[in-house]
C-alpha cells in the first residue's frame, strides 16, 4: 500500500477530511514537515524533532492498572 493509500485509508477509518490531498500531505512530509490531519497545520521540520515526556503521577497510575 502507497503512502498516499495509507492516509486514504486512515482518513475515512478516522472520518477526516484530510486538509490537503494526500499527494501534497506526502510530498510535504518528505521535506521534514508533519501535517496535522485534523486543523491543516503545516509543521515544518518537525519530524526530525526529538521530545521527552513525563508520566504525572495519574498518568502512571494509569499505566500500572493498564499494564496488569
Known amino acids: 500500500m502507497s503512502r498516499v493509500e495509507e492516509l486514504q ?25 508533519v501535517v496535522d490531519l485534523r486543523t491543516g497545520a503545516i ?7 526529538l521530545y521527552s515526556w513525563e508520566l504525572t503521577t495519574k498518568g502512571e497510575q494509569v499505566a500500572d492498572l493498564l499494564g496488569s
Do not use: H, K, R
Request: overall charge negative; hydrophobic content about 35%; glycine content about 10%.
Open 9 to 33: 485509508a486512515l482518513a475515512e477509518s478516522e472520518g477526516l477530511t484530510l486538509p490537503y490531498s494526500p499527494e501534497t500531505i506526502c510530498n510535504l512530509e518528505d521535506t521534514g514537515a
Open 43 to 49: 509543521l515544518v521540520g518537525e519530524a526530525d524533532q
